[in-house]
Nanobody, 116 residues
Framework: QVQLVESGGGLVQPGGSLRLSCAAS????????MRWYRQAPGKARELVAG????????NYADSVRGRFTISRDNAKKTLYLQMNSLKPEDTAVYYC?????????WGQGTQVTVSS
């Protein structure tokens, strides 16, 4: 079955950096577009970034463009999100996502807290 496991979250000061990882299994990772979403308390889940199956094209939300970088390692079946210049408003639970054969799959999420 499809499984997505995020890691790498934590507490960081404003201006700091974190790198999130998402380990995928149960499907042919290299065949699928992958996304990172986030959900802050009391807010709807929002799309942060997406990447094509071979990593040649990436897309970002306006709020993170220039600060976040999405990437993938198909040999390791792992998705990444490098987050730099973090702001308090980036505080959220971050989820990786795949739409596999018409069904949406999410990991359990990893908490990112940006605070001094």
């Amino acid at each position: 079955q499809v499984q997505l496991v995020e890691s790498g979250g934590g507490l960081v000061q404003p201006g700091g950096s974190l790198r999130l990882s998402c380990a995928a299994s149960g499907f042919t990772f290299s065949n699928y577009y992958m996304r990172w979403y986030r959900q802050a308390p009391g807010k709807a889940r929002e799309l942060v970034a997406g990447i094509t199956n071979f990593g040649d094209t990436t897309n970002y939300a306006d709020s993170v463009r220039g600060r976040f970088t999405i990437s993938r390692d198909n040999a390791k079946k792992t998705l990444y999100l490098q987050m730099n210049s973090l702001k308090p408003e980036d505080t959220a639970v971050y989820y990786c996502h795949v739409n596999y054969i018409g069904n949406n799959y999410w990991g359990q999420g990893t908490q990112v807290t940006v605070s001094s």
